[in-house]
């Protein structure tokens, strides 16, 4: 191991590709199917203004999804809130990837208003890191089943 070295820099597009490969031949070798995603989004529009979004990852192993959807963005314009958009925007993007066989749906969130808007929604909390952020508060993992 003494002739290789560690260097701390930003990996090139051919290492990337390399490393992506590597992972679908590490996939085939433990008999898995390859592991894609596709990305689903919704757009709120005022006429041409952007007031929020739903968007995230639905996995697929070969063709078939794996079960799981990964909501990434959920996001309404201030002025837009507590209008029932959030809700809108999320019912959307649960409906659309259940139509396509996903069964589960997970994300990232923080803070009270955030937490109790998902509870409403019956998200239920999987995982907590607390002090993620530094104020002192906590990531925290939400899921549903669709």
Known sequence: MKEIS???RGMT????KRMNLGFD???????LEIESSDRFSFV???GDTFVGCSSGLAYKNGENYSGWFYLTDLFVE???????LGTQLLKSIEEQVASVGVKHIWLWTS???ALK????????KFTEM???YPNGSSRVGLRKNL
């Open 13 to 16: 597009s051919k290492e990337i």
């Open 6 to 8: 560690i260097v701390n």
């Open 130 to 132: 607390e002090n993620w």
């Open 111 to 113: 803070g009270d208003k």
């Open 44 to 46: 709120a529009l005022k």
């Open 78 to 84: 201030a002025a837009y809130r507590s209008k029932g």
């Open 117 to 124: 808007f998902y509870r409403r929604q019956k998200y239920n």
């Open 25 to 31: 031949e590490l996939s085939i070798e433990e008999d």
